[in-house]
Nanobody, 111 residues
Framework: QVQLVESGGGLVQPGGSLRLSCAAS????????MGWYRQAAGKERELVAR???????NYADPVKGRFTISRDNAKNTVNLQMNSLNSEDTAVYYC?????WGKGTLVTVSL
């Protein structure tokens, strides 16, 4: 079993920034790829970004150049720095690794 706990969501104005964090515990291995997904109301869950154990990253096109994913293998954490947020970024953001999901953290971008 792997437990994932997300934090850092909240309300932010358009153009603002937020930093999400995900802490992994349990039978977690630093070799696992870790990812952030999001699900907006009425839409399917989608990949936002993922990072492999060697630091290689992938980003969804809508967030390229605005979001940065990073990980700390010693602390079993993965972070998502989100800049230049807009209303389309409003969603519940989930951490994922090896088929396990966190409960999510809500990000709301609004005036």
């Amino acid at each position: 079993q792997v437990q994932l706990v997300e934090s850092g969501g909240g309300l932010v104005q358009p153009g603002g920034s937020l930093r999400l964090s995900c802490a992994a515990s349990g039978r977690f291995f630093s070799a696992n790829v870790m990812g952030w997904y999001r699900q907006a109301a009425g839409k399917e869950r989608e990949l936002v970004a993922r990072i492999f154990s060697d630091g290689t990253t992938n980003y969804a096109d809508p967030v390229k150049g605005r979001f940065t994913i990073s990980r700390d293998n010693a602390k079993n954490t993965v972070n998502l720095q989100m800049n230049s947020l807009n209303s389309e970024d409003t969603a519940v953001y989930y951490c994922n690794t090896n088929g396990y999901w966190g409960k999510g953290t809500l990000v709301t971008v609004s005036l």
